[in-house]
């Protein structure tokens, strides 16, 4: 596929692979972030909104949403400075779907969480998801209109987070920028739980 080199062509440059999910609730920005930070064009699975949703997917906030994800969303981005080719699987947002998140989660070292502040009781699912399974995440509260009327550390009080050291960051999903800086935070998250995992030499 056009644009899409194999692992060969990354061995070659150095660069590990990485795999890493952007994860939830419906509408809180994961399509728009991969295709943010994507040097690839993405491959999204995205199908319009249809009256199968009526009563079950929320607007309040995002009227204007008129497609959403059905499998995931597929991104690419090289870290040269960190060494890495990150994977970048968006995850279906809407509850009907969540069952592929077991399947997505497969080989994955990192999540990041999206959160959307007017409607934050949609991340605590994937935040539950990631803490039952152990896999190391950050939370980005997306600023939807440039404004985040909240600071870091007041949305992390709000979501109860099992781990009081989990970051939480505010970007912007259509900034290249924050999603990169995003991700260059996940991973650092990833090497420490990593480094913290290996026993030490006696």
């Given at each position: 596929m056009p644009g899409y080199d194999t692992p060969d062509a990354f061995a070659a440059r150095g660069a590990s692979p990485v795999k890493i999910l952007v994860a939830g609730g419906f509408g809180v920005g994961k399509t728009t972030l991969v295709e943010s930070v994507s040097e690839i064009e993405p491959l999204r699975t995205e199908e319009r909104l249809t009256s199968a949703g009526i009563g079950v997917d929320d607007l309040d906030g995002i009227?204007?949403?008129?497609?959403?994800?059905?499998?995931?969303?597929?991104?690419?981005?090289?870290?040269?400075?960190?060494?890495?080719?990150?994977?970048?699987?968006?995850?279906?947002?809407?509850?009907?779907?969540?069952?592929?998140?077991?399947?997505?989660?497969?080989?994955?070292?990192?999540?990041?969480?999206?959160?959307?502040?007017?409607?934050?009781?949609?991340?605590?699912?994937?935040?539950?998801?990631?803490?039952?399974?152990?896999?190391?995440?950050?939370?980005?509260?997306?600023?939807?209109?440039?404004?985040?009327?909240?600071?870091?550390?007041?949305?992390?009080?709000?979501?109860?987070?099992?781990?009081?050291?989990?970051?939480?960051?505010?970007?912007d999903a259509r900034s290249r920028e924050d999603a990169r800086g995003s991700l260059l935070a996940l991973l650092d998250v990833v090497i420490a739980q990593a480094s913290a995992s290996v026993p030490a030499v006696p």
């Amino acid at each position: 596929m056009p644009g899409y080199d194999t692992p060969d062509a990354f061995a070659a440059r150095g660069a590990s692979p990485v795999k890493i999910l952007v994860a939830g609730g419906f509408g809180v920005g994961k399509t728009t972030l991969v295709e943010s930070v994507s040097e690839i064009e993405p491959l999204r699975t995205e199908e319009r909104l249809t009256s199968a949703g009526i009563g079950v997917d929320d607007l309040d906030g995002i009227e204007s949403k008129t497609l959403t994800t059905v499998a995931m969303d597929f991104g690419r981005i090289t870290l040269a400075d960190a060494g890495v080719v990150l994977y970048l699987f968006g995850t279906p947002g809407q509850e009907r779907f969540w069952f592929m998140w077991d399947d997505l989660l497969n080989g994955a070292l990192g999540a990041l969480v999206l959160v959307d502040t007017r409607r934050l009781d949609r991340g605590f699912p994937a935040i539950d998801f990631f803490e039952s399974r152990g896999l190391p995440f950050v939370v980005g509260a997306n600023c939807f209109h440039g404004e985040q009327p909240y600071t870091a550390e007041e949305i992390a009080a709000a979501l109860h987070l099992g781990n009081p050291d989990t970051p939480v960051l505010l970007l912007d999903a259509r900034s290249r920028e924050d999603a990169r800086g995003s991700l260059l935070a996940l991973l650092d998250v990833v090497i420490a739980q990593a480094s913290a995992s290996v026993p030490a030499v006696p």
